[in-house]
């Protein structure tokens, strides 16, 4: 196992056996598990003949963040899905890729770098 699979296996074990309990205190877990149903469910090729059509009725800016190490949903998701965004409307989806050794759970710890793109985003 290299350092970096390593480091990210001890943080998540650390977070999932202490940092849970914390933030989902005073909440209603089954809220929680409604936005994973929906977030693990949702077709954009719903209702059209295929994805590629779904992601095109997105006429938005798009900003799509993915951690590096995320093996749920991995960057190149998101790069295929700007790729098919900026084919008819350049510049319609960006990508910005974080690198953290938290894999899927870089989402929740790595806030100040997440939000750091979403502020320049919302202010261009």
């Known amino acids: 196992m290299t350092y970096c699979n390593k480091k990210r296996s001890l943080n998540a074990k650390d977070y999932l056996q202490t940092g849970v ?3 989902i205190e005073g ?3 089954n809220c929680y598990i409604r936005v994973l149903n929906a977030i693990n469910s949702y077709d954009l090729g719903r209702d059209v003949q295929d994805y590629e059509l ?6 938005c800016s798009v900003l799509l963040i ?3 190490s995320d ?3 991995p960057p190149y998701w998101a790069e295929e899905l700007a790729e098919i965004l900026n084919k008819n409307n350049p510049g319609q989806a960006q990508v910005k890729i974080i690198d953290s050794p938290w894999g899927h ?3 929740v710890q790595e806030g100040k ?3 750091k793109h979403i502020m ?3 202010c261009r």
């Open 105 to 107: 759970m870089g989402c």
């Open 120 to 122: 320049a985003f919302l």
């Open 66 to 68: 993915n951690i590096f």
């Open 27 to 29: 909440r209603d877990p």
């Open 113 to 115: 770098a997440i939000g």
């Open 71 to 73: 093996s749920e949903f």
């Open 21 to 23: 309990e914390e933030q």
């Open 54 to 59: 779904g992601v095109q009725r997105i006429k």
